[in-house]
């Protein structure tokens, strides 16, 4: 059974770097069919889509954050990793990681749907 | 982006009962790429449906998803106490992809 597992520091100041892992256990990270994202879920409010990472590198993320976001691989550690660069009280919330369906149909290709999530971890930005 | 607004935000009912979520889209999703998923507190969301219809591995068929175009329904027949939950939709037909706000369901 697949797992994900996120893990970094809960508590950030203004101005510094988001760090987030996600360690895939129960199968390889190394799927055709499958991207890696991240998605994050501030305090009582709804979901957001950060952005997705393929195992040959391959990544896409959301416009409004593309200047601030990194999303790397390693293979060899079964890992993926978000970096948030320059956060505010605005970038507090549960960041989720998950499995990102990716397959080919008569459209083309498709960036599906997310199954299954990390548990997810609080990152509080505050001074 | 596309606008997802989930409708009502709270539904309240009893076991047994049928619920019926709304999710209206601000602009028509291709090829009715629709996903559900169910967020229990303190819990990661999970996959319900896929593809407006399609039931995820697992999850009982008390739950059914339909619609078209820019509006889509989740229900939940047959009610349980385990449904208490938030329900989120999310389409993935334009980039970026994008949630609804979520409706909760209460079982009385």
């Known amino acids: 059974q697949l797992q994900l597992q996120e893990s970094g520091p809960g508590l950030l100041k203004p101005s510094e770097t988001l760090s987030l892992t996600c360690t895939v256990s129960?199968?390889?990270?190394?799927?055709?069919?499958?991207?890696w994202g991240w998605i994050r879920q501030p305090p009582g409010k709804g979901l957001e889509w950060i952005g997705s990472?393929?195992?040959?590198?391959?990544?896409f993320y959301k416009t409004s954050l593309k200047s601030r976001v990194t999303i790397s691989i390693d293979t060899s550690k079964n890992q993926f990793s978000l970096r948030l660069t320059s956060v505010t009280a605005a970038d507090t919330a549960v960041y989720y990681c998950a499995r990102d369906r990716y397959y080919y149909d008569s459209s083309g290709a498709v960036w599906g749907w997310f199954e299954p999530w990390g548990q997810g971890t609080l990152v509080t930005v505050s001074s | 982006e596309i606008v997802l607004t989930q409708s009502p935000g709270t539904l309240s009912l009893s076991p047994g009962e049928r619920a019926i979520l709304s999710c209206k889209a601000s602009?028509?999703?291709?090829?009715?790429?629709l996903a559900w998923y169910q967020q229990k507190p303190g819990q990661a969301p999970r996959l319900l449906i896929y593809?407006?219809?399609n039931g995820a591995n697992g999850i009982p068929d008390r739950f059914s998803g339909g619609g078209s175009g820019t509006d889509f329904t989740l229900t939940i027949s047959r009610l349980e106490p385990d449904d208490s939950a938030v329900y989120y939709c999310?389409?993935?037909?334009?980039?970026?992809?994008?949630f609804g706000q979520g409706t909760k369901v209460e079982i009385k």
């Open positions: 999310q389409q993935y037909g334009t980039s970026p992809r994008t």
């Open positions: 602009q028509t999703i291709s090829n009715s790429y």
């Open positions: 990472i393929y195992y040959n590198r391959d990544t």
């Open positions: 593809g407006t219809s």
């Open positions: 129960g199968g390889s990270i190394r799927s055709s069919s499958f991207y």
